[in-house]
């Protein structure tokens, strides 16, 4: 069974700095795209950073300039550095991807457990 795992969450103050990891588990035949989300209450999951299997990257216009994802392809590995931290960047940060199980043909859409960042003085 293919899971996502992330790491990484954790208090921080304003204008610091964490780093999310989220690493994919299982077996595995080829990892697509790699998204992290985050989620507030009372309001729907947003995107906040996309990497292809290439290595383009996207980014939601809240967080450019101060977030970067990257990743490592030999450990099924998605990172999130996320700089300059804002209270408002205050969520639940969730990994996904698109993911073909081994020895399958098909696409699974599959999501992390969720990992709290809370920015606050």
């Known amino acids: 069974q293919v899971q996502l795992v992330e790491s990484g969450g954790g208090l921080v103050q304003p204008g610091g700095s964490l780093r999310l990891s989220c690493r994919a588990s299982?077996?595995?035949?080829?990892?697509?795209?790699m998204n992290w989300y985050r989620q507030v209450p009372r309001e729907e999951r947003e995107l906040v950073a996309t990497?292809?299997?290439?290595?383009?990257?996207n980014y939601a216009d809240s967080v450019k300039g101060r977030f970067s994802i990257s990743r490592d392809n030999a450990k099924n590995t998605v990172y999130l550095q996320m700089n300059s931290l804002k209270p408002e960047d205050t969520a639940v940060y969730y990994c996904?991807?698109?993911?073909?199980?081994?020895?399958?043909?098909?696409?699974?859409?599959?999501w992390g457990q969720g990992t709290q960042v809370t920015v606050s003085s």
């Open positions: 996904n991807a698109e993911i073909t199980p081994w020895p399958y043909q098909y696409v699974k859409n599959t």
């Open positions: 299982g077996s595995i035949r080829v990892i697509y795209a």
């Open positions: 990497i292809t299997s290439g290595g383009s990257t």
